[in-house]
């Protein structure tokens, strides 16, 4: 996975300044904003990849294009100079990401050096080192998250039906949720996975959070300070006792709900009378079985409705955390949906279609990850009436084919039926926006939002211009 990342953090970053290059070619002045967002961008790409000194040198240069921007350095020939200066070396020092020694090293350093006359507010004084600039920026995430996560357990404690604060701090999490995953911020990892289970877990019903969930969040919020404390002194956060009281709250939590979730299962002989008499176990309406034959408009319901279960399925697992015991409760769930497929199959008679999804059934429950129990859901799908065709290596695989369809299925559809290009039928691809159409229309919502975000110097202000400074980056991208 490491070389995918890095080819991705090259390409990415390469964009970035190659838009820079082309803004700093002009004589004249640069826009300020523009050339502030191109300098963070490549900063946010590096720290993504874990690239810490090429991090180090674009957060410089995101400084001086900030004081820039705010007035504070005016732009003359040799700030022009010293921009696109660092802006080359750069561009080099991205080249040789994962061929990295000591000339790198003291390219990046030197590059760094030309804004130390510029101060960004950004750094702790006194840092060195290749990780200062990550555990920098992670440590600044961190506070704000903790402060988002104190702001929602005073609204959870008023409110406790309340699902927006959660929302809102899970949207917090999302920058240093992404570059967290290094070894040496592990326990940070760990954290915020267990806050984003349990923000699932709750945003997943409509009861109130519990005593014991604020605690949960709570004691989060306490082992991510003490993450933060390490890292303002320059440490890599450890073992802690607020780790542990994490640890030990969440696995009560979670043992709690599994048992739950247990306690919820009704046994089937439940569902059915045992005292002597007639009883009904049938319904008179039954459809007729596979060996008549099914109409499109039966076949076209069944695949509907079962397409329904698959995609609602591939949901719980996309929003699937990696953890094993969150896993196993989630492919219990999985599993149902499957089953439910099967019982659908049998009340039209599909005996096919339901073997395929018994199958998906009991092999999602054995699976040992979210891949394994995709790749279940993916055969089932090809079971469904009308699927199209699975390549050849996918067939090989599959222990159940599709059924088979008769020459009736086969033909083209009566006369009766609708068809796209009739009279009043609309393609739902008219409906959609094409990619460039959806990025304007994104921006011609700014002037609406900014003014509902607090505008600049706010939080929420500061992200939703990012946030459009991207998607502009986006569509000149595409351009």
Known sequence: MAQPLSEYFTLEAGEYLDQMDALLAASDRPDPVRFFRLARGVRGSAQLAGAGPIAEVAERLEDGARAIRDGLLQWTPEVRDRARRTAEDLRALVERHGRWGAAEDQRAAAAAERWTDVNGGRRRGGATGDGDALFGFVRREIGGVVAEMDRALADLAAAPEGREPLRVVLRRMRPVRGVAGMDTLAPVLEVLEGIEDAAHEILGRTSAVTRAELDLLGAG???????????????????????????????????????????????????????????????????????????????????????????????????????????????????????????????????????????????????????????????????????????????????????????????????????????????????????????????????????????????????????????????????
């Open 221 to 479: 919020a306490g082992a991510l300070r003490a993450a933060a404390s390490s890292l303002e002194g320059g440490r890599a956060p450890g073992e802690s006792a607020e780790l542990a009281g994490f640890r030990a709250l969440r696995d009560r939590v979670e043992e709690a709900s599994a048992a739950g979730d247990d306690a919820e299962v009704v046994p089937l002989s439940r569902l059915f009378a045992d005292e002597p008499g007639v009883h009904l176990v049938s319904s008179p309406m039954a459809p007729a079985p596979s060996g008549e034959g099914m109409t499109p408009e039966v076949e076209g319901f069944l695949r509907i409705e079962a397409t329904g279960f698959l995609d609602r399925a591939e949901g719980l697992l996309a929003a699937q955390p990696a953890r094993a015991r969150r896993f196993g409760r989630v492919a219990r769930e999985v599993a149902e949906l499957a089953a439910g497929v099967r019982e659908l199959a049998r009340a039209y008679g599909v005996a096919p279609l339901a073997a395929a999804a018994e199958l998906a059934a009991t092999r999602v429950r054995a699976a040992g990850s979210p891949e394994e129990a995709r790749d279940a859901l993916l055969q089932l799908r090809h079971a469904l009436p009308g699927a199209p065709p699975q390549s050849a290596s996918a067939s090989a695989a599959a222990p159940t084919p599709a059924p088979a369809q008769t020459a009736d299925e086969r033909a083209p559809a009566a006369a009766g039926t609708p068809r796209a290009e009739e009279e009043g039928v609309v393609p739902v691809e008219a409906l959609l926006y094409a990619p460039d159409e959806a990025l304007r229309e994104a921006l011609a919502l700014r002037a609406r939002i900014e003014p509902l975000a607090g505008g600049p110097g706010t939080p929420l202000g500061d992200a939703v211009d990012e946030l459009f400074g991207l998607v502009e980056l986006g569509l000149a991208g595409r351009a």
